[in-house]
């Protein structure tokens, strides 16, 4: 008994031993396999949502070295050159850690303790979640070292200054990672983060005061500080809110660049172009769910018909003289436009807004929409400003602001030479 | 830049041309596409001899394509078409760079340069022989024996205006404003030149008049190749 139990055991022993050692070694590169995986995943997954959050769009130059910083952004507060943020260990951030990477992204703060500069809109990655932050990281880290210098901050005294910047924050910086609202759906929700967070919307749709805050979290529109542009409200049906489009309808425009009612122009078009086309269908979905839901209804008493005066009148006509010699051809005699090609002008908002800013600019520099997987050969605008003299385009814009039912102020030529200006 | 504005105001009579009925289908082609770019670089016959916008048509596919990554990626600088080019694709600037090298070209006619004899020699000398002690190779050499440019990258010289030609060259001498790639065999060699030979021969190039073809690849010598190899690579530059 003894015996055989001691065969038995011994038996039991070496199945064990046997099984163990032939399993053990593909188990081992199984487990090896899986972890290998999830790194490459997460490093896929933050190539992903440092699309979403346009890290490189800021972080490059130029025809520069991807994410090896250097870029200039002028502001009221100076001139901010981003950094480098590869993983260099002298020139980018090839020292950090996963932790130092939340501090910056999450708090504001660099590895050596100095607060940011909301130039960097951590006062909206702040919303992301630390797996995604710890995702970008890992994608940050995989990317080729580059060394590459680049210059000091030029800012203005007296913002130079930290403690200030500690005073601004208390004002005006709301740490803290998105909470689900449970009551909406899931497409809501992540729209709703991927807006307010990764996405940055509010970096240029929120109005800023003198001290470069946000005065409020609603996206209701304001001219972006540093550069020529109106960043149009995302709330007001008579700007850029959409409540009254279709989640298609949404979905395009923020996809491809271009729909039947609109056309993204300027840094928008950037935006569309670095970062939006490169999400997936349900995230810009979900972006479109949650757009959709802020937009205010559009009041409906109807707009008392005007009287227009003589003098008024006239004006408009030259303006009207000039957009059939020069205009016509692709937005219409009705300003009908070309849907998909060129943007109708009747009925526009982007023409209509009480800022002429954008309207003014397009005719002064013209453009393409972006090139992207779904508009990859975009058809283009002249640059009139050495064309047509700044009166004609003071009344050609008054003329598209006011023909086909359209309704917006007069715009004066020094309304137009006040537009001028651009980062190149 | 009050030079600019006058060429400008001077054009602005010249380009308001009457409309054409609308018509209600957009074609679905390049030149449809480019329209953008028509407004100034128009035929020939239409432009002002001394005006600034130079001709693309008929220019070699590589050498457009280049240039126009490089006013994209800011290599080389002019604002208008900075903005323009913005958010175009490297694909779709090959395609429009396709389509302007394959249009034909009415070339201006030639004007006839105010220069001494002395001068004259001097800049044909440059143009066809060189200067071998300031490691010149003579124009000729990598523009094609005719100048009329060699595929796929280096363009031609004739029936560009001269306001045109002064301002590439103020370009790569002064270095202020950048054209191109740096280094670059072009900036290289127009830094070795003198500004009376620089004079000269801004003068004499549009007296030229157009004829002859672009020259095959395998005109250029390969120790001129390679003195151009950043250029003639296409390296394709990350955005």
């Excluded at chain 1, 005061?209 to 007001?236: E, F, Q």
Aim: with cysteine; hydrophobic share 35%.
């Amino acid at each position: 008994m003894r015996n055989s139990s001691g065969a038995g055991l011994m038996s039991k022993w070496l199945i064990i031993v046997c099984v163990a050692g032939g399993l053990l070694s593909p188990m081992q590169t199984a487990l090896a396999q899986a972890l290998a995986d999830s790194d490459a995943e997460q490093i896929q997954r933050g190539e992903y949502l440092a699309r979403a959050g346009n890290c490189m769009g800021c972080h490059t130059t130029r025809g520069g070295e991807p994410y090896a910083g250097g870029r200039k952004l002028n502001t009221p507060f100076g001139q901010f050159v981003t950094p480098n943020i590869t993983p260099d260990n002298e020139t980018g951030i090839g020292r950090w850690n996963s932790e130092d990477f939340w501090q910056a992204l999450h708090y504001g703060k660099s590895k050596d303790g100095r607060y940011l500069y909301p130039a960097f809109p951590y006062t909206e990655y702040t919303k992301v979640t630390r797996p995604d932050a710890d995702a970008i990281f890992a994608y940050l880290r995989s990317l080729p070292p580059v060394v590459q210098a680049n210059p000091p901050h030029k800012i203005n005294s007296p913002y130079d200054n930290q403690a200030l910047l500690f005073l601004w924050r208390t004002r005006y910086f709301n740490e803290g990672v998105y909470q689900p609202d449970k009551s909406k759906s899931d497409e809501w929700n992540r729209g709703n983060y991927l807006v307010q967070g990764l996405g940055h919307c509010n970096a240029c749709h929120t109005p800023r005061n003198v001290w470069g805050g946000s005065r409020d979290d609603k996206m209701s529109g304001g001219k972006i500080m540093g550069t020529y542009w109106y960043a149009p409200s995302l709330v007001s049906p008579l700007e850029a809110g959409v409540s009254e489009w279709s989640i298609e309808d949404i979905a395009k425009l923020l996809s491809t660049g271009i729909n039947g009612h609109a056309v993204t122009s300027g840094p928008m078009a950037t935006i569309v172009r670095q970062s939006l086309q490169y999400l997936s269908d349900y995230d810009i979905r979900s972006m479109a769910v949650y757009l959709q839901s802020l937009g205010e209804k559009r009041d409906s008493t109807p707009r008392k018909a005007r009287k227009m005066p003589e003098q008024v009148r006239q004006y408009i006509a030259l303006g009207q003289e000039v957009y059939e010699k020069h205009c016509q051809d692709c937005h219409g005699k009705s300003g009908e436009g070309v849907p998909g090609i060129y943007p109708p002008l009747a009925g526009n908002r982007s023409v209509t807004m009480i800022s002429p800013l954008n309207a003014i600019r397009s005719v002064l520099y013209g453009g393409y929409p972006p090139a992207t997987a779904g508009n990859p050969r975009p058809y283009g605008m002249p640059p009139y400003q050495h064309f047509i003299r700044d009166p004609e385009i003071a009344q050609v814009v008054s003329y598209i602001r006011n023909a086909w039912g359209n309704y917006g102020s007069l715009v004066s030529p020094e309304d137009v030479d006040n537009s001028r200006g651009s980062e190149f | 830049m009050k030079f600019f504005a006058f060429i400008l105001l001077a054009m602005i009579s010249a380009l308001v041309s009457a409309a054409e009925p609308a018509s209600s289908a957009i074609s679905d082609t390049l030149e449809e596409r480019v329209k953008p770019c028509i407004i100034c670089h128009r035929d020939a016959d239409l432009i002002d001899r001394d005006a600034y916008f130079p001709r693309i048509a008929g220019k070699p596919a590589g050498y457009l394509y280049n240039q126009l990554r490089n006013f994209r990626d800011g290599r080389r600088y002019y604002q208008p078409m900075a903005i323009l080019l913005e958010n175009m694709s490297d694909e779709y600037m090959r395609e429009i760079a396709d389509y302007f090298a394959s249009l034909p070209y009415v070339y201006p006619q030639p004007v006839v340069p105010a220069l001494s004899p002395a001068e004259t020699k001097s800049v044909e000398t440059l143009m066809y022989s060189g200067d071998p002690e300031r490691d010149l190779p003579a124009c000729s050499a990598c523009h094609g024996e005719k100048l009329m440019g060699v595929q796929p990258a280096i363009p031609g010289l004739l029936g560009l205006p001269h306001a045109y030609l002064a301002a590439q060259f103020g370009g790569w001498r002064n270095g202020g404003i950048m054209r191109g790639q740096t280094p670059d065999c072009m900036s290289e060699i127009a830094k070795k030149l003198t500004q009376e030979e620089v004079n000269a021969l801004v003068q004499w190039l549009p007296g030229l008049p157009v004829s002859g073809q672009l020259a095959g690849a395998d005109a250029l010598a390969p120790e001129l190749a390679q003195r151009c190899r950043t250029i003639l690579s296409g390296k394709e530059m990350a955005r």
